[in-house]
Every structure is written in structure tokens, then in C-alpha cells.
């Protein structure tokens, strides 16, 4: 069940990719074209590529009957935030599912569930997957939160984009943006905003700051004197986050 495919020589992307078991799905090459809003790599934009992926994802269906939709796109992926991800990238990411589940790499039950999803991962993306969790919990500030600080978007851990999204703890891989007066994580750039990975060193004092929030607001005691605690923590990780440099 592996795939072969045709590499243009003038981008390097996939063109015209073929497998031994699935139907034909279109390439990710555009070399011949100007990328516009309805021409993005790796979208299906017209009614035979829409149907190229469909029946691509059908033929990927029949290799794993147990599974239902959902529970084959949401092992597929990892049950992370997929919103952005285009077409040809999830289908990869559901042959590859696939294609391991035949090979024996991963177990999945019957009645696969959330506990089964976690033995199929590795050390690093149980750690992505419970603490980037974690972290979208206490991302957002609720309407009746009165941050004392002014320059937090309605953030309570510094992040651009409308929701948190999954972030490399466990390998220190996170990006971060400047939108022009405001900076944090920021894992899907498609404003253009000038972005740049943080050094290992930073996302150790990011992660540091996370987790003695987490911390405070853990401890037995007066649970709203914990959670002013733990307030004061976020604070001077936004004001931190604010003094770093994108260029």
C-alpha cells in the first residue's frame, strides 16, 4: 500500500501521485500557475478534484470498515485542531492512518475511543496532545475576567488566530507572530504576519511560566486567592511575550 510519485522538476511537489491500492487523488505541483485565493496547493477547487478526494477517502474507508467516519478522520489526525488543513494534506494524513493500520505499527480496537487513540501515540504526542489540552482550556479569558493588563486581546496565554491550536511542546517547536502591536504563538500564519520559531530556550521559559499558573491554581487552599495567583502568573507571561522580538 505504499505510494509513488512523480516529482516535478522545476517546485519539487507531488505530481500526479499513484498508489497500488487507492484511486488516483490530483498533485500538489502549481508550477504552472499563480497561486491565488482559488487556486491554494493542495485544495480541491473543481467538481473532478472534489470528486478525485472523495472517492480517494472512500476507497481509504473500505480498508478500515470498523472504523466510522469520524473515528477514522479524528485517529487519522490525532484528534488535533484540523480547521485549516487542506485536502490532499488530510488525505495523506488518512493514508498514512491507513496504511499502518495494515502493517500492524498501530492497534486500534473495535470500538476505537479515546483511550485507544492515546496508546497509538508516541511519548511526544501524548505530551502535544494532553498539554497543548491543557493550554486551550486556560488560552481564552471568559467575558466576566478583568485582566489587569491592557494589551491582551482577549488572551489569557498570548496566541494570534480566533481559537488555540496545536503547539510543539514536546520537540520546543513553536512559532511565534507579530501582527504589528501584538505578539504570541502563532501556528498558522496566513495573514503574512512576520513570524519566526522560538529558540529552545524561550519555549523552556514559556512552559515555565505555564506551568507554575497551573501550579498555583492547583494548590489546596482558597480557590479564589489561587486562581489571583495563578492571574498574576499569566500577566507577566503576556508582559513577557511582549518584549520578544519577531523580525
Known amino acids: 500500500m505504499s505510494a509513488e510519485y512523480n516529482l516535478c522538476p522545476k517546485c519539487g511537489g507531488i505530481k500526479d501521485p499513484v498508489t497500488t491500492a487507492y484511486p488516483r487523488a490530483f498533485g500538489l505541483c502549481r508550477c504552472t500557475s499563480t ?18 478526494i472523495i ?6 474507508w473500505l480498508h478500515a470498515p470498523e472504523l466510522r467516519l469520524a473515528q477514522l478522520v479524528y485517529n487519522a489526525t490525532g484528534g488535533r485542531d484540523i480547521f485549516y488543513l487542506e485536502d490532499e494534506a488530510l488525505l495523506g494524513e488518512i493514508t498514512g492512518f491507513v496504511d499502518r493500520l ?61 481559537f488555540w491550536r496545536h503547539a510543539d511542546f514536546a520537540d520546543r517547536r513553536i512559532s511565534i507572530g507579530d501582527t504589528g502591536g501584538y505578539i504570541g504563538v502563532m501556528e498558522n500564519n496566513k495573514w503574512g504576519y ?24 492547583s494548590k489546596s ?27
Open 194 to 217: 512576520r513570524e519566526r520559531l522560538m529558540t529552545p530556550e524561550e519555549v523552556d521559559t514559556f512552559t515555565g511560566y505555564l506551568d507554575r499558573a497551573f501550579a498555583e491554581n
Open 102 to 162: 495494515h502493517q500492524g505499527a498501530n492497534e486500534v480496537k473495535e470500538k476505537p475511543g479515546y483511550l485507544a487513540h492515546l496508546r497509538t501515540l508516541s511519548k511526544e504526542e501524548l505530551i502535544n496532545e494532553l498539554y497543548n489540552k491543557r493550554v486551550a482550556e486556560w488560552a481564552d479569558f471568559d467575558d466576566d475576567d478583568n485582566p489587569p493588563d491592557s494589551n491582551h486581546r482577549g488572551k489569557r496565554i498570548p496566541y494570534i488566530g480566533w
Open 35 to 52: 497561486p491565488k485565493h482559488d487556486d491554494i496547493p493542495g485544495r480541491a477547487h473543481t467538481p473532478e478534484q472534489k470528486r478525485a
Open 55 to 60: 472517492e480517494h477517502l472512500y476507497a481509504l
Open 221 to 247: 487552599g482558597d480557590k479564589a486567592q489561587l486562581r489571583a495567583n495563578a492571574e498574576r502568573v499569566f500577566a507577566e507571561l503576556r508582559q513577557w511575550f511582549q518584549a520578544l522580538e519577531v523580525k
